[in-house]
T-cell receptor, first 112, second 114 residues
Framework: KQEVTQIPAALSVPEGENLVLNCSFTDSAIYNLQWFRQDPGKGLTSLLLIQSSQREQTSGRLNASLDKSSGRSTLYIAASQPGDSATYLCADSTDSWGKLQFGAGTQVVVTP | EAGVAQSPRYKIIEKRQSVAFWCNPISGHATLYWYQQILGQGPKLLIQFQNNGVVDDSQLPKDRFSAERLKGVDSTLKIQPAKLEDSAVYLC????????????FGSGTRLTVV
């Protein structure tokens, strides 16, 4: 059974620092891996999707890497801003049907 | 483009009562998902529909939970009877086809069972 773990559970950084969020998964035979952002009382917003054949994806200040052999993905957020405060979840899919297995998330607070 | 609509936003019921949640996916999205998110945990898939057929309901507690997707569009998720441990946020998501690309989540329904 695939298990997805995110450490740390919470993180606080001053504005301007780079954020590094970690995600590990037990089954390396993933189909893809996705990073989501969740704001309080709201649904999840997809940030980046990495296919199993890719090593990384970038969008603006966000960069996500994928290392299937070690079962790890890392989300980098450059020059953090208070608006980046949210919970970040990673989720992988082990087949083409789209079912996602989520980690518990990392709650991020960026202080001005 | 309109997002995934869910209602109600909040619901408080007593244990052993029944409750129903409604979801309207993005127009044209063939795949619809219901996830349960317990406080402090990541979402867990309850059921996945492809058009109006069930693809995966392996984690749906079928003795108390049921879901349907009539005409391959709207969907309802029902709990009867509810237990205290069903307190959670119920998230609906849709995607254009099967697969994780293009996932769009609704804002969810927060259920409290007392």
């Amino acid at each position: 059974k695939q298990e997805v773990t995110q450490i740390p559970a919470a993180l606080s950084v001053p504005e301007g620092e780079n954020l590094v969020l970690n995600c590990s998964f037990t089954d390396s035979a993933i189909y893809n891996l996705q990073w989501f952002r969740q704001d309080p009382g709201k649904g999840l917003t997809s940030l980046l999707l990495i296919q199993s054949s890719q090593r990384e994806q970038t969008s603006g200040r966000l960069n996500a890497s994928l290392d299937k052999s070690s079962g790890r993905s890392t989300l980098y957020i450059a020059a953090s801003q208070p608006g980046d405060s949210a919970t970040y979840l990673c989720a992988d899919s082990t087949d083409s049907w789209g079912k996602l297995q989520f980690g518990a998330g990392t709650q991020v607070v960026v202080t001005p | 483009e309109a997002g995934v609509a869910q209602s109600p936003r909040y619901k408080i019921i007593e244990k052993r009562q029944s409750v129903a949640f409604w979801c309207n996916p993005i127009s044209g999205h063939a795949t619809l998902y219901w996830y349960q998110q317990i406080l402090g945990q990541g979402p867990k898939l309850l059921i996945q529909f492809q058009n109006n057929g069930v693809v995966d309901d392996s984690q749906l507690p079928k003795d108390r939970f049921s879901a349907e997707r009539l005409k391959g569009v709207d969907s309802t998720l029902k709990i009867q009877p509810a237990k205290l441990e069903d307190s959670a946020v119920y998230l609906c998501a849709s995607s254009p086809t099967q697969g994780a690309d293009g996932y769009t989540f609704g804002s969810g329904t927060r259920l409290t069972v007392v």
